[in-house]
């Protein structure tokens, strides 16, 4: 299993941004699925989780501005990013598991290889 991660950039305080993780190979059924993020100097963070019954959960930071959301066959999924903050900055993860939803990072099955995301006027 692969994950492909795709859709950051430089945008400007306020702006929008859309992140996509597709799962790629030996693929069974469906996948709970995740956003991480980490800063340099930080601790890496969960900000968005989503799981095969769509249930969802967000870091309170991104509460109303962010929105998970993923596709019928449960294998690509989107992080829709609003109003964006120079404290968004960071390289986002995107991480899967078929067994169940993961509240510790280490526990993840399959990571992607992250995409950097830049607020910054």
């Known amino acids: 299993v692969q994950l492909q991660a795709s859709g950051g950039g430089l945008v400007l305080p306020g702006g929008s941004l859309r992140l996509s993780c597709a799962i790629t190979g030996d693929i069974l059924g469906r996948f709970h699925m995740a956003w991480y993020r980490q800063a340099p100097g930080k601790q890496r963070e969960l900000v968005a989780g989503?799981?095969?019954?769509?249930?969802?959960n967000y870091a309170d930071s991104v509460k109303g501005r962010f929105t998970i959301s993923r596709d019928n066959p449960g294998i690509t999924a989107e992080l829709q990013m609003n109003d964006l903050k120079p404290e968004d900055t960071s390289t986002y993860y995107c991480?899967?598991?078929?067994?169940?939803?993961?509240?510790?990072?280490?526990?993840?099955?399959?990571w992607g290889q992250g995409t950097q995301v830049t607020v910054s006027s």
């Open positions: 989503i799981t095969r019954g769509l249930n969802t």
């Open positions: 991480v899967s598991d078929s067994l169940g939803f993961r509240y510790s990072d280490d526990d993840w099955a399959n």
